[in-house]
């Protein structure tokens, strides 16, 4: 679940406070894996493995406390994995229900406290009320060593003592915000220095206590956020294990197994299996099959599988469910530089030497595809009809750049055949981009089995996305080897089992065939 990136502020004051209670929802990763969990395919195992359960009714309260151990495991996750994450306040969309209702709510409760203060004399029961909210939210930002910050909140915010002031009239509330908002501006972090100002020259009563409670919101998300960069470093140690041991709590309670990991693996086997034997029926022999076939090399292969899966229609296997968004972010990245490169290569192909050599050329060209590829992947694009007009606007930069340095313009034919090819990228069966796809595809198989990734060279054709593909590849790679690390002992389980089937299953043959 990809959360905007911000830098987690420290707090300032006698110390910097911290608060380890989160104060938002992550339940998208909890729902996810539990709406993919269904009865399957047993797998034998012990240890670190899945129990082959048979399913049986759970009770709702199992079911909900697989679900907070989910929402752990997926805190604990995006934590280890994501260095920029961090809590941020849930922001409805305006005109949903939800925001409705929200806005409802909060203005009848603020309503109460106008017409309560509006009585002569006033009434402070609900302004009281807030005052003790207030009272234990700053004392939850304290650490033990606050002593004096204590002391202060107790003796000015002293409930008994402002219920006697509310019942004989003396209750000065201007007096105790004014304290509450000093207090603030004392434990907040350097970025809710400004919200402190602006809430001082506040007048109104009940408009005060709204700008009051919604700093004091940000600011226990600040608290939050900067307790997550303090633990990180201690998570990491352990966050493997503990990864996999709410994992396994969870399939216990689930009675489930690792169906969808099962058909993943056992899918990438049976291609490897067949890419195997039709180099065997060729003119080169020897180790492909069984080097093609040995775990490891399923493995690579099942994660480079995960970059071109359609998510549309298939639920995503169980040990990677919770990097999903992070996987389709990827494949959505690769598949536009994909048609960059293939677009790329159509041109220098066409013009040749011409334009190969100008410096600064190719990375005017990228940009213009890519600004034109911009929104690619959402429903109301139309790829077709953009590679049209991608095609308009090459032949006008190529035809621009060779007139400035005195070549000859494309012929009229020529520009056709530029513009047809480029079009034709539109189709997922066009052999230029497929034959990119092939070529990033390797790339990424390379590096997941290269001991020394710096040693690896970019295939030909990738040259001009070569950053791009580089910052992707190491997302990727960062992606796999904190997955292997947790899930390994899963893995090892099937695919014993799958490469044990497929060794028994005739030369060409899959396993739904018999």
């Known amino acids: 679940m990809p959360l905007e990136p911000e830098k987690p502020q420290e707090g300032n004051g006698e110390e910097d406070p911290v608060s380890t209670h989160p104060s938002g929802q992550r339940d998208s990763e909890a729902e996810n894996l539990h709406h993919q969990m269904r009865p399957g395919t047993e797998i034998a195992c012990s240890g670190n493995t899945l129990p082959s359960v048979s399913p049986n009714l759970i009770s709702v309260e199992e079911l909900i406390e697989a679900e907070k151990g989910v929402y752990n495991m997926a ?36 309503d109460c406290l106008q017409a309560q203060l509006n009585e002569d004399p ?24 606050h002593t004096r910050l204590r ?55 009940v408009k005060l206590f709204r700008e009051i409670f919604g700093v004091l919101d940000l600011m226990k998300l600040d608290m939050v956020n900067f307790a997550i960069s303090s633990i990180r470093p201690h998570l990491m140690k352990q966050s493997v294990d503990y990864e996999r041991k709410c994992f396994q709590e969870f399939f216990d309670k689930q009675h489930g197994s690792l169906e969808l990991a099962t058909e993943w693996l056992q899918e990438t086997a049976s291609e490897l299996l067949s890419s195997a034997d039709s180099v065997l029926d060729g003119a080169t022999a020897g180790a492909t099959d069984v080097s093609a076939l040995c775990p490891i090399s399923v493995l690579n292969h099942a994660y ?106 494309l012929p009229t034919e020529k520009e056709a055949v530029l513009k047809g090819q480029i079009q034709a990228i539109s ?83 899959s396993e739904t065939e018999q």
């Open 75 to 110: 805190l604990a996750h995006e934590i280890v994995v994501d260095e920029s994450f961090i809590m941020k306040q849930r922001d409805l969309p305006e005109s949903s229900f939800e925001k409705t209702i929200e806005e409802i709510m909060k203005k009848a409760f603020w």
């Open 122 to 145: 006033p009434v402070y029961d609900h302004a009281i009320k807030l005052l003790s909210e207030i009272k234990e939210t700053l004392l939850s930002f304290l650490l033990p060593g």
């Open 151 to 205: 002391n202060q909140i107790n003796e000015v915010l002293d409930l008994d003592l402002i219920k006697q002031e509310a019942e004989n009239g003396a209750l000065n509330i201007p007096k105790l915000a004014d304290f509450i908002i000093g207090m603030m501006g004392t434990l907040c972090a350097p970025i809710r220095d400004e919200d402190i100002k602006l809430i001082r020259n506040i007048v109104d009563v």
């Open 304 to 409: 480079v599988k995960l970059l071109q899966w359609d998510h549309a229609s298939r639920l995503f296997p169980e040990p990677v469910l919770m990097d999903q968004p992070r996987f389709k972010e990827m494949q959505q990245e690769l598949n536009q530089l994909t048609i960059i490169a293939a677009v790329l290569l159509v041109i220098y192909n066409m013009t040749g030497a011409a334009i190969s050599g100008l410096s600064g050329f190719l990375d005017r060209l990228k940009g213009i595809i890519k600004a034109l590829l911009t929104g690619m992947h959402s429903h109301s694009f139309h790829l077709a009809e953009t590679m049209t007009s991608v095609s308009e606007q090459i032949c006008v930069e190529v035809n621009k750049c060779l007139s400035q340095h005195g070549f000859s313009l």
């Open 427 to 509: 189709s997922l069966d066009n052999s230029v981009r497929k034959l990119i796809d092939l070529r990033i595809q390797a790339f990424l198989k390379v590096h997941l089995a290269s001991s020394n990734p710096k040693s690896v060279t970019v295939p030909g054709g990738l040259a001009p996305i070569r950053r791009e593909l580089e910052e992707i590849t190491i997302r990727f790679l960062h992606l796999v080897n904190y997955n292997k690390l947790v899930f390994n002992p899963y893995y090892d389980t099937i695919l014993a089992k799958v490469l044990q089937r497929n060794e028994t299953l005739p030369p060409g043959t």
